[in-house]
């Protein structure tokens, strides 16, 4: 009896060791995950008295300068994935920018907290001196900031600062399958038809939203959006980047040595594809000129069911882009009434130049943005998860422009009738909508 008790005793003694040591282990682990986090995101420390209480002033604009000149804020957004940071969409001078620190506003009293951030130039720059960049700050732990001010220094006067209200802060459902990016809309756009039809194809495709960074367009075009936005289906980000920066609409900065390129594309995405992450299911990356045509599937809710289907954990799904120039013409669907709206009539366009093995396809993209962390034009950057290159039985992107290969004789062309299968919606659609704006 003895014995048996001794027994006992030892091995309650070496349980308590090995629970012991397993606590110590996890204890000693989750402080070195949280020295490496605050080795990247130094903490949120107090650097206001009662006297400095959140105030500022309340950014108006959708690009706000700071003071440097160097810097532009578009928006925070609240980013939990892997810590509870604050993640700010801006543009920056990738040299001469290199400190910034949030100002959080704490409630429901008031204490401001500042926090240095950490300056994440997009590596998709293409030699442009500025470019889009993530300035991403640790948020304190003591409360859920609702505002944000970002400054060069951890010192200064709140009431001169811009504040910006902090977004995605609250979990939503989706109140949308599809929303379409379009960035950005410039050079005085009067592609008036051929936006329409875009517009209503991706309705029968499954867009319920459609989000465009508007820099210029004409007084007609404002017309067609003013109606859009009335239905409830277009929201327009206002775009002047050209206030701030000179601007080149190409993509290369040896092509046109300006301070951005292609009117902040890239920064107008990210921005799109955090502004939907909490209320769209999917966000669709294309040109106003671009339509993703499935062909094995009616629409893109279907489409979307089947890859995700057959590519597990995949978030961004990569589509080739055909070229159907406008210079061919097939007189089908010429609608008297259309001819007098300014743009191009798709319907005309069903011939598309052969793919050339030799040079990069600019794909385009349908992604979850709960996936994706930074985003270029015609890939995606920094991700959770992995790419797919789906295949062109499945879909195509529909590209009616200006030819790339322009000495191609017709009979060397592929026609390509995929989007005559919605032609009686669509011009049902479009018919509506010009009787409303332009008609």
């Given at each position: 009896m003895i014995h048996s008790g001794k027994k006992n005793i030892c091995t309650i003694v070496v349980c308590i060791l090995i629970f012991g040591t397993i606590f110590i282990y996890s204890w000693k682990s989750h402080q070195l995950q949280n020295n490496i986090s605050r080795k990247i995101f130094p903490p949120a420390k107090s650097a206001s008295p009662a006297s400095q209480l959140c105030r500022g002033k309340p950014a108006?604009?959708?690009?706000?300068?700071?003071?440097?000149?160097?810097?532009?804020?578009?928006?925070?957004?609240?980013?939990?994935?892997?810590?509870?940071?604050?993640?700010?969409?801006?543009?920056?001078?990738?040299?001469?920018?290199?400190?910034?620190?949030?100002?959080?506003?704490?409630?429901?009293?008031?204490?401001?907290?500042?926090s240095k951030a950490k300056i994440d130039v997009h590596s998709?720059?293409?030699?442009?001196?500025?470019?889009?960049?993530?300035?991403?700050?640790?948020?304190?732990?003591?409360?859920?900031?609702?505002?944000?001010?970002?400054?060069?220094?951890?010192?200064?006067?709140?009431?001169?600062?811009?504040?910006?209200?902090?977004?995605?802060?609250?979990?939503?459902?989706?109140?949308?399958?599809?929303?379409?990016?379009?960035?950005?809309?410039?050079?005085?756009?009067?592609?008036?038809?051929?936006?329409?039809?875009?517009?209503?194809?991706?309705?029968?495709?499954?867009?319920?939203k459609v989000v465009v960074y508007k820099n210029s367009c004409s007084e007609l075009m404002e017309k067609v959006l003013k109606f859009y936005m009335e239905e409830g289906t277009v929201e327009i980000i206002p775009w002047p980047i050209n206030s701030y920066l000179k601007v080149s609409s190409k993509w290369h900065f040896s092509m046109d040595a300006k301070d951005i390129g292609y009117y902040g594309q890239i920064t107008a995405l990210n921005d799109c594809i955090y502004r939907n992450m909490r209320r769209s299911k999917f966000v669709v990356l294309n040109d106003a000129d671009e339509i993703i045509l499935p062909l094995k599937h009616p629409d893109w809710k279907t489409m979307m069911s089947s890859l995700q289907e057959q590519n597990s954990g995949t978030g961004i799904f990569l589509f080739e882009n055909h070229i159907f120039p406008e210079t061919i013409s097939t007189p089908v669907f010429n609608i008297s009434s259309w001819?007098?709206?300014?743009?191009?009539?798709?319907?005309?366009?069903?011939?598309?130049?052969?793919d050339r093995k030799e040079v990069?396809?600019?794909?385009?993209?349908?992604?979850?943005?709960?996936?994706?962390?930074?985003?270029?034009?015609?890939?995606?950057?920094?991700?959770?998860g992995t790419s797919v290159n789906v295949p062109m039985d499945v879909a195509l992107i529909y590209h009616c422009r200006m030819p790339h290969q322009e000495n191609?004789?017709?009979?060397?062309?592929?026609?390509?009738?995929?989007?005559w299968k919605y032609n009686s919606s669509l011009i049902t659609n479009v018919n509506k909508v010009l009787q409303q704006t332009v008609l």
């Amino acid at each position: 009896m003895i014995h048996s008790g001794k027994k006992n005793i030892c091995t309650i003694v070496v349980c308590i060791l090995i629970f012991g040591t397993i606590f110590i282990y996890s204890w000693k682990s989750h402080q070195l995950q949280n020295n490496i986090s605050r080795k990247i995101f130094p903490p949120a420390k107090s650097a206001s008295p009662a006297s400095q209480l959140c105030r500022g002033k309340p950014a108006q604009n959708s690009i706000t300068p700071l003071k440097d000149n160097r810097t532009f804020i578009i928006s925070p957004y609240f980013d939990d994935r892997e810590s509870k940071v604050t993640r700010v969409i801006g543009i920056v001078h990738h040299e001469d920018v290199k400190e910034l620190y949030c100002w959080f506003c704490c409630q429901p009293h008031g204490q401001i907290y500042v926090s240095k951030a950490k300056i994440d130039v997009h590596s998709d720059r293409f030699g442009f001196p500025y470019g889009a960049a993530d300035i991403v700050c640790l948020e304190p732990e003591i409360c859920d900031p609702t505002h944000v001010s970002i400054h060069q220094s951890p010192h200064g006067n709140i009431d001169q600062l811009p504040r910006f209200e902090i977004k995605n802060r609250k979990a939503e459902t989706f109140s949308v399958d599809f929303t379409v990016c379009i960035s950005a809309m410039f050079g005085n756009y009067n592609n008036v038809l051929q936006f329409i039809q875009s517009m209503e194809m991706y309705k029968i495709l499954g867009a319920q939203k459609v989000v465009v960074y508007k820099n210029s367009c004409s007084e007609l075009m404002e017309k067609v959006l003013k109606f859009y936005m009335e239905e409830g289906t277009v929201e327009i980000i206002p775009w002047p980047i050209n206030s701030y920066l000179k601007v080149s609409s190409k993509w290369h900065f040896s092509m046109d040595a300006k301070d951005i390129g292609y009117y902040g594309q890239i920064t107008a995405l990210n921005d799109c594809i955090y502004r939907n992450m909490r209320r769209s299911k999917f966000v669709v990356l294309n040109d106003a000129d671009e339509i993703i045509l499935p062909l094995k599937h009616p629409d893109w809710k279907t489409m979307m069911s089947s890859l995700q289907e057959q590519n597990s954990g995949t978030g961004i799904f990569l589509f080739e882009n055909h070229i159907f120039p406008e210079t061919i013409s097939t007189p089908v669907f010429n609608i008297s009434s259309w001819n007098t709206v300014p743009g191009v009539n798709i319907l005309q366009h069903v011939h598309r130049e052969p793919d050339r093995k030799e040079v990069f396809n600019a794909k385009k993209m349908i992604i979850d943005p709960r996936r994706v962390i930074q985003t270029s034009v015609h890939s995606v950057l920094r991700a959770y998860g992995t790419s797919v290159n789906v295949p062109m039985d499945v879909a195509l992107i529909y590209h009616c422009r200006m030819p790339h290969q322009e000495n191609l004789p017709r009979d060397s062309l592929i026609r390509d009738t995929t989007l005559w299968k919605y032609n009686s919606s669509l011009i049902t659609n479009v018919n509506k909508v010009l009787q409303q704006t332009v008609l």
